[in-house]
């Protein structure tokens, strides 16, 4: 039997767990790296290891042990200099050793796309002490949006409306970064009508486009993502060159998550993943290559076919409340009633407040139909504990 090709993911999350299942199905050995034990991709790999993400040695461990043909980043939070190194040895990076070291924190990221390859964005400031910050905040202005460099799911971002709120901002920086590090980033407040994701894929075949996708945030963190969000033609082809300009000047193959703010006159750059993005899960359901496919086959040099909407769709993730180490997750057949619909349950570990549980998703005969239906199905589903002695 001829050997397969092997995938060393870093990052094991919900969208790990859909990547490692799309590179089975193409006949990979999968192997999944995260920071904590039951990871949700490692509930589908082959093998598993759960070490410091951070830890250059411990990372460079893995790596030579496995010998991976691909090592695909799943997270920001990754000793990225070890990763330029082992690049350099000859392994493969998706996309690149570089495209993971300057998205790891927004301050890379940011100067590449506004200093380097002038694209629109917010104005910005960085700063490495409170005072530091406090200044540039008054700067900019109020109010002003205040992020720590490196974060997921929006930890640690809040909007600072008054100078009565910078300790307040300050400490929530400080708490949500995903590195203990005081460097933050102050943003202008844009008033934009919508904000979208454009996910956007490099392979052999060229650089393409999925239907843009729609969402909402919250605390920094997305609670419901729609495609197609409705654009008109000019500024669909504002995006488009954005995330061609940004995807280009990274480099390699994957799928990409451009995230874009729409203003009445203006696209505005956000930021980019160069990986599968939370908002893009609705693809499970809204296209004929879902966000995890298109990555898979574009890393593996395989070609692209034409990305279609099936249907117009929506996700709605569910969180949880509190802090669970034995839970379940009620609601589930109550929510597969709706119409069109399916829920993922992530089959994470341990329950904290705020962290994403399941998702469910939805189509319909317009957006504004699935919208509905996967809200319905989140009314369902719920976080309680399993122990029968104690009360939900």
Not at 27 to 52: K, N
Not at 299 to 327: C, F, H, M, Q, T
Not at 375 to 382: D, M, Q
Request: charged share 25%.
């Amino acid at each position: 039997m001829q050997a397969s090709q092997k995938i060393l993911l870093l990052g094991s999350g919900e969208l790990g767990k859909e990547v490692v299942i799309e590179a089975q199905r193409l006949g990979l050995e999968t192997v999944a790296v995260d920071r904590y034990e039951g990871a949700p991709a490692m509930q589908v790999a082959h093998r598993s290891y759960v070490i410091d993400m951070l830890d250059k040695q411990a990372l460079r461990e893995v790596v030579e042990r496995e010998k991976p043909d691909l090592i695909v980043p799943e997270i920001e939070a990754i000793a990225t200099s070890e990763l330029l190194k082992l690049e350099e040895e000859g392994y493969r990076v998706i996309p690149t050793a570089r495209a993971a070291r300057l998205t790891m924190d927004r301050e890379g990221i940011r100067r590449l796309a506004a200093e380097t390859l002038g694209l629109p964005t917010a104005a910005y400031r960085f700063a490495d002490t409170y005072e530091q910050f406090a200044e540039a905040a008054k700067e900019m202005g109020f109010p002003c949006v205040v992020k720590p460099l490196m974060s997921s799911s929006g930890k640690g971002q809040s909007v600072c409306r008054s100078e009565a709120e910078l300790e307040r901002c300050w400490t929530i920086a400080m708490e949500g970064g995903r590195v203990q590090q005081t460097r933050v980033i102050v943003e202008e407040f844009i008033t934009f009508e919508s904000e979208i994701t454009l996910l956007t894929v490099r392979s052999v075949s060229g650089t393409a486009f999925c239907s843009p996708i729609g969402h909402v945030q919250k605390d920094g963190d997305y609670v419901e993502s729609w495609q197609p969000h409705e654009m008109t033609a000019d500024q669909l082809a504002e995006a488009q060159r954005i995330a061609k300009a940004i995807t280009d000047e990274l480099g390699g193959a994957g799928l990409f998550g451009v995230e874009l703010f729409l203003a009445k006159d203006k696209v505005y750059f956000s930021e980019v993943s160069p990986r599968p993005h939370d908002t893009g899960l609705v693809t499970l359901v809204s296209q004929n290559l879902s966000e995890f496919a298109l990555h898979v086959r574009a890393i593996l040099g395989y070609p692209i076919p034409e990305i279609e909407n099936v249907a117009p769709g929506a996700s709605r993730p569910l969180k949880a409340g509190s802090e669970l180490d034995d839970y379940r997750i009620g609601g589930v057949g109550e929510a597969l009633s709706v119409p069109h619909t399916q829920v993922r349950v992530f089959g994470k570990p341990v329950a904290r407040p705020g962290r994403r549980m399941a998702v469910a998703l939805s189509t319909g005969g317009s957006v504004a139909e699935a919208r509905e239906r996967a809200t319905r199905a989140l009314g369902f589903l719920n976080v309680r504990t399993s122990r029968p002695d104690v009360r939900p």
